[in-house]
């Protein structure tokens, strides 16, 4: 969740889109509006999280209502689950204010994974308000203590996972220097819009982030998933680079001994595919028939860009009478020597061995993969999944707009008096029409409403008959606003009134934690 004054005109920065298109903008340290959900998808990659949603067991009520809309490779954990297999979550928290309804979705997202027998981690991004919002040690550690509390109230349960501040985990920052060796800064100008005037320690606090990312994964590779709002996707997106970049090996499908990009592949295995119609022996297709045969195919071009097939051709003319053959691949990406020979023993069957990598003929890209894991964490490194992400839509500001730390009518702390979280509640903005002879005719818009919201993300919990309730008979006209708004006001105050309870309760963990609230910094 972006903590910042909103100021876009100062703020936006650059997101490393490379073909400069700048309608939607993915900046963590900017303000985060997100215009078009759609967006996401196409621009970015982020995948759709309603398919999966039927994989997921027992899905959390954000899932279910549609809160949680986007993910990266989700897919990896959910099956975990699903298998009894062991799986992670981790999220961060900036200390920058008080902990509001919008963290309370990460904080759920977070317990809920551990109750489905995740392991756990919240930390607090303490280098990182530092670094990049300026905030003093003493203004962190209060704000620290208040997530954690929170997070401890809505039922975190420490004894089973693990919470910790960046700055005093020193397993955290040596693998944030290690991951740092593989990042140079043209890469984090191009991500992140840094310049020449870009602190040193913001740069450090993200690759502190690179190794929160992973840490769940140093004792053992595991699927994990990191909940967040999409403003954090470049972020996942780096860490997921590294955690490939990190690898001993790379493994690939391959068809003749040349090197051959995700496209041409794609290219070759349609050639392949075709060996019967234009091989002299069809079990021993040569490279340069295959070459003659794509170059005569221009009906090839509808499917595949003209530019890859003259590629493809060039690389198959050059490899001649070669016969082309599937196989997997092995590619020595940062192997110590013993470990690339320990993998040319570890492998059955018929092998080729090169200079820097190794073509395998009987197995199949998924014992390949496991056997490369085998084989590096065998030799000392890490064998890093890439770690996976689900997004959650942001909530809208109780007033419109966004909902804003610094805007304290926009946004109902967790912190809030509950009379004032009435209060607020019963002047925010709403989806209705302008009287109550029009909203009886028209329905009330609770797709675009503030409070409609409050009872999706939060206060129908895991109810779904209610939030449909409120969402049918408002769209209906049967629901008017001002009564909508008493019932939304009277169980926000509830709400507060017993999450603050939880809070002094929780109050007696603390002690307990393996985690100081004092720093000694000044
Ligand atoms: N950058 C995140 C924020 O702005 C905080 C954070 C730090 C984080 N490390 C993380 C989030 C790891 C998810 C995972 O709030
Ligand atoms: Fe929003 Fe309720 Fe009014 Fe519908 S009736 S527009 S949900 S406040």
């Given at each position: 969740?972006s903590e910042?004054?909103?100021?876009d005109?100062?703020d936006?920065q650059?997101?490393g889109?490379?073909?400069?298109?700048d309608?939607?903008?993915?900046?963590?340290?900017?303000?985060?509006?997100i215009?078009d959900?759609r967006n996401?998808?196409?621009?970015f990659g982020?995948?759709?999280?309603?398919?999966?949603?039927?994989?997921?067991?027992?899905?959390h009520?954000l899932?279910?209502?549609?809160v949680?809309?986007?993910?990266?490779?989700?897919?990896?954990?959910?099956?975990?689950?699903r298998e009894?297999?062991?799986f992670?979550?981790?999220s961060?928290?900036?200390?920058t204010?008080?902990p509001h309804?919008?963290?309370k979705l990460?904080?759920d997202?977070?317990?809920?994974?551990?109750?489905?027998?995740?392991?756990?981690?919240g930390?607090?991004?303490d280098?990182e308000?530092?670094?990049?919002?300026?905030?003093?040690?003493?203004?962190?550690?209060e704000?620290?203590?208040?997530?954690?509390?929170s997070l401890?109230a809505?039922?975190?349960?420490?004894e089973?996972g693990?919470?910790y501040?960046?700055s005093?985990n020193?397993?955290?920052q040596d693998?944030?220097f290690?991951?740092?060796?593989?990042?140079n800064?043209?890469?984090?100008?191009?991500?992140?819009?840094?310049?020449?005037?870009?602190?040193?320690?913001?740069m450090?606090?993200?690759?502190?982030?690179?190794?929160?990312?992973?840490?769940?994964?140093?004792?053992e590779?595991k699927?994990?998933?990191?909940?967040?709002?999409?403003d954090?996707?470049?972020h996942?997106?780096?860490a997921?680079?590294?955690?490939?970049?990190?690898r001993y090996?790379g493994?690939?499908?391959?068809?003749?001994s040349?090197?051959a990009?995700?496209k041409?592949?794609?290219v070759?295995?349609?050639a392949y595919?075709e060996?019967e119609?234009?091989?002299?022996e069809?079990d021993?297709?040569?490279?340069?028939?295959a070459?003659?045969?794509?170059?005569?195919h221009?009906?090839?071009?509808d499917l595949?860009?003209?530019?890859?097939?003259a590629?493809?051709v060039?690389?198959?003319?050059a490899?001649?009478?070669?016969?082309?053959r599937?196989r997997?691949?092995f590619l020595?990406?940062?192997?110590?020597?013993?470990a690339?020979e320990?993998?040319?023993?570890?492998?059955?069957?018929?092998?080729?061995?090169?200079d820097?990598?190794?073509?395998?003929f009987?197995?199949?890209a998924?014992?390949?993969e496991d056997?490369?894991?085998?084989v590096?964490?065998?030799h000392?490194?890490?064998g890093?999944?890439?770690?996976?992400?689900i997004?959650?839509r942001?909530?809208t500001g109780?007033?419109?707009?966004k909902?804003s730390?610094?805007i304290?009518?926009s946004?109902i702390?967790?912190l809030?008096?509950?009379?004032d979280?009435?209060?607020?509640v019963?002047?925010?903005?709403?989806?209705g029409?302008e009287?109550?002879?029009l909203?009886?005719?028209l329905?009330?818009?609770?797709?675009?409403c503030?409070?409609?919201?409050?009872?999706?993300?939060?206060?129908?919990g895991d109810?779904?008959?209610?939030?449909?309730e409120?969402?049918?008979?408002c769209v209906?006209g049967?629901?008017?606003?001002g009564?909508?708004k008493?019932?939304?006001?009277?169980?926000?105050?509830e709400f507060?009134a017993?999450?603050?309870e939880?809070?002094a309760?929780?109050e007696?963990?603390?002690?307990d934690?393996?985690?100081?609230?004092?720093?000694a910094?000044a």
């Open positions: 969740m910042e004054p909103t100021d005109t100062e936006v650059p997101d889109n490379a073909n400069g298109a309608d939607v903008a993915l900046d963590p340290w900017g303000s985060s509006t215009d959900y996401l998808f196409e621009q982020i995948e759709e999280f309603d398919t999966l949603l039927p994989d997921v067991s027992g899905p009520y899932m279910r209502r549609g949680i809309f986007g993910h990266r490779e989700y897919d990896r954990v959910a099956r975990a689950m009894g297999e062991p992670a979550a981790l961060g928290f900036m200390p204010g008080d309804i919008g963290h990460v904080f997202e977070l317990i809920w994974h551990q109750e489905q027998g995740g392991d756990t981690y930390l607090i991004a280098l308000a530092h670094s990049a919002r300026g905030l003093s040690w003493e203004e962190i550690d704000h620290a203590r208040d997530y954690i509390l401890l809505l039922g975190f349960d420490p089973d693990t919470l501040r960046q005093d020193r397993e955290l693998l944030a290690e991951l740092g060796s593989e990042v800064f043209s890469e984090m100008e191009a991500i992140y819009g840094f310049e020449g005037e870009t602190s040193v320690s913001h450090q606090s993200v690759v502190t982030q690179m190794a929160d990312i992973l840490y769940p994964q140093l004792d590779p699927p994990t998933v990191i909940p967040v709002g999409p954090q996707d470049p996942v997106r780096l997921r680079d590294l955690a490939a970049r990190t090996f493994v690939t499908e391959a068809y003749a040349f090197e990009d995700p041409e592949r794609a070759l295995a349609r595919e060996r119609t234009f091989a002299e069809p021993r297709p040569r490279c340069v028939e070459a003659d045969w794509l170059a005569e221009d009906t090839l071009s595949y860009d003209p530019g890859v097939i590629s493809t060039e690389k198959l003319r490899a001649g009478k070669e016969p082309l599937p997997v691949r020595d990406r940062n192997a110590t020597d013993e690339f320990a993998l040319i023993e570890a492998i059955h069957g018929e092998k080729r061995v090169y820097a990598h190794i073509d395998t009987d197995l199949s998924e014992e390949a056997l490369a894991r085998e590096e964490l065998a000392g490194g890490y890093f999944l890439a770690p996976s992400s997004y959650h942001f909530m109780l007033t419109g707009g909902m730390s610094s304290p009518a946004h702390s967790l809030d008096d509950p009379e979280g009435y209060d607020k019963r002047s925010a903005t709403t989806g029409r009287t109550a002879e909203q009886r005719e329905g009330g818009k609770a797709d675009e503030p409070v409609y919201e409050l009872y999706a993300y939060l206060l129908a109810d779904d008959a209610f939030a449909k409120v969402y049918d008979e209906g049967e629901r008017l606003c009564d909508c008493e019932q939304a006001a009277v169980l926000m105050k507060l017993e999450h603050q939880k809070r309760e929780a007696e963990l603390l002690a934690l393996d985690i100081e609230f004092d720093s910094r």
